[in-house]
């Protein structure tokens, strides 16, 4: 056999080698902290409240849209959530005609007219310290009545 034919060995790390070299540790993910109005009482979030109110209802599923989890029944949303940069957590759902007005000049500090969808009827909720969790129910089961094929509308009593 030639030299050119013959394969190099690769070369072995002797213990005084692996004990020179320092060991690269990575640094731990960060993880993103919920803002303090995104924590209610019990310490759970309101996102994964809001998220186990939708998904409770008959056909709801999840769907990442915009940045931000949407739910949907039979392919249409009724309701987003949205977290903005100031850490106000808030959903948006579809409402009954007039709702819209009458629940923001009930209460502006809890309830507003959302962009994009707001001209549409839609509604805003503000989900801050303490939110109403029935009327939130109420509300986002209301836009899936709204939005769900009639055939599924007996699966949710009023």
């Not at 540790?25 to 186990?52: D, I, L, N």
Request: charged share 30%; aromatic share 6%; net charge positive.
């Amino acid at each position: 056999m030639t030299t050119r034919a013959r394969k190099a060995a690769p070369a072995k790390k002797t213990a005084s080698a692996k004990k020179s070299a320092p060991a690269k540790k990575r640094a731990p993910a960060k993880k993103r902290q919920p803002s303090r109005a995104a924590r209610t009482a019990k310490g759970a979030r309101p996102v994964e409240k809001v998220r186990e109110i939708c998904l409770s209802l008959p056909g709801a599923s999840e769907k990442e849209a915009w940045g931000a989890p949407t739910f949907r029944v039979g392919g249409k949303m009724f309701a987003i959530l949205s977290e903005p940069e100031d850490g106000d957590v808030a959903v948006w759902c579809k409402a009954p005609l007039g709702m819209q007005e009458v629940l923001v000049d009930a209460d502006p500090e809890r309830f507003f007219k959302p962009p994009y969808v707001g001209p549409s009827g839609w509604i805003g909720i503000r989900l801050g310290d303490r939110p109403d969790w029935q009327e939130v129910h109420g509300l986002l089961t209301d836009a899936w009545r709204m939005t769900a094929p009639r055939k599924m509308l007996p699966l949710v009593g009023r």
